[in-house]
């Protein structure tokens, strides 16, 4: 079982019988959060036409809301490893509501920054890491894979659903009435997830010491890594619809490309997560990588060809998948999974940084020279992080602690 011993209970929690109601908590939380930002796609193009402006400046939207996102995850990942999960996510709830609301009563492009690349990117930021965090306290060391794993599913059936939801409620009822409904699904499911949290008190001397992190090799190479992968993970979320409509691509698929790699992450994830720790996650991680890059490679290639497009999502998923699935488990070996919430809430702030330049920089670059150089950019730089994926990661300056 995860050691415990440091952890006091302050106030409610959630019952220690039945920890995958946890796992329950945290896979709806994700869904909703992950699946509306990572719907943005379909919404970038009725954003832009709305407010009268092209790509660049909206496509910087959800370069702000990744950046946010991690953000929030890196504050947020120590504060639920100290004082555990329910009180971050029932901020995130009322942050998302607030966001998308904000968002669909905006009357110029800049309050959007404020609310949806702000409040919507933090309450992500808030959920994520420390439901990670909580899986890792309330489940065995046998139990956990699988329970990370349906934590991530959940990931990947929210970005399977929200984007193929948001594109019939646009057609329907359009963007900004969209949002305010997310925002009533938001509140009543994230609230819902929070009543599942835990509320322990660490004590901060038996957390480890961020500053440590900054002197491990084997960490500071797996964060540039990430880094560098940002631009070309995020690059697909962004404009896999506009770049198929563009194509001509009937705009349903168009829109359903990213969750079709979605729906191919929801089946890997399983597939991850019944491996357990029967395979090396660090070679997960470079196998993922290495998915990841093809993805893009076959986008470049794909000449809008719909059927091309599919295998490029597929392929993506898969990466994405085995990525985030293995990514814990090699922190957790690390580190130890006392500080698991607050590590890979740091970790993820390195594709924050991706993300943050990746989708934005992509945006003018399609704006000034169209599609084609703006995905071989992101090729680059996936390929450059494979490579350091690939490095040595061997280092003894941070023990871990279990």
């Not at 660049?56 to 702000?64: K, Q, Y």
């Not at 690349?117 to 992500?124: K, R």
């Not at 020279?369 to 350091?388: C, D, E, Y």
Request: proline letters at 4%; glycine letters at 14%; hydrophobic letters at 55%.
């Amino acid at each position: 079982m995860p050691d415990t011993s440091d952890l006091t209970p302050s106030g409610d929690s959630a019952d220690p019988a039945a920890p995958w109601s946890i796992a329950a908590a945290a896979f709806a939380a994700n869904f909703v959060t992950f699946g509306i930002l990572f719907s943005f796609g379909v919404f970038l193009t009725p954003i832009a036409d709305d407010f009268g402006t092209t790509t660049g400046p909206v496509a910087a939207l959800f370069s702000t809301a990744i950046s946010t996102y991690y953000l929030g995850g890196a504050i947020g990942g120590r504060i639920g490893d100290r004082f555990g999960a329910r009180p971050l996510v029932a901020v995130a709830a009322l942050a998302m509501s607030g966001g998308l609301l904000g968002t669909a009563w905006s009357s110029a492009l800049w309050q959007t920054y404020a609310a949806f690349g702000v409040l919507v990117g933090l309450a992500t930021g808030f959920c994520y890491p420390s439901m990670i965090g909580l899986i890792g306290r309330s489940f065995s060391e046998r139990q956990r894979p699988a329970a990370m794993g349906f934590l991530l599913v959940g990931v990947g059936a929210g970005t399977l659903v929200m984007p193929w939801l948001g594109h019939q409620l646009i057609s329907v009822i359009g963007w900004r009435q969209t949002y305010a409904v997310l925002a009533a699904v938001a509140l009543v499911v994230i609230g819902w997830a929070a009543t599942r949290g835990d509320r322990v008190r660490t004590s901060g001397a038996r957390l480890m010491r961020i500053s440590l992190l900054a002197r491990s090799r084997r960490f500071l190479l797996f964060f540039a890594a990430v880094v560098a992968i940002g631009p070309g993970f995020y690059a697909p979320v962004a404009f896999y619809n506009d770049y198929a409509v563009d194509a001509g691509v009937a705009p349903g698929l168009a829109a359903g490309l990213i969750g079709i790699s979605g729906a191919t992450s929801v089946v890997a994830r399983l597939a991850c997560g019944a491996l357990g720790d029967r395979v090396d996650p660090m070679w997960l991680c470079r196998a993922a990588f290495a998915c990841l890059t093809a993805a893009l490679a076959i986008w470049w290639v794909s000449g809008g060809s719909a059927a091309v497009l599919v295998i490029s999502a597929v392929t993506h998923g898969v990466g994405w998948a085995v990525w985030v699935t293995a990514t814990p488990s090699v922190l957790a070996e690390w580190y130890g999974v006392k500080n698991l919430g607050g590590v890979i809430g740091i970790y993820y702030t390195g594709l924050g940084v991706g993300g943050l330049v990746g989708p934005a920089v992509c945006g003018f670059v399609i704006d000034a020279a169209g599609f084609g150089p703006a995905i071989a950019l992101v090729t680059v730089t996936s390929l450059i992080a494979l490579g350091l994926l690939t490095l040595p990661m061997r280092d003894g300056a941070v023990a871990s602690s279990s």
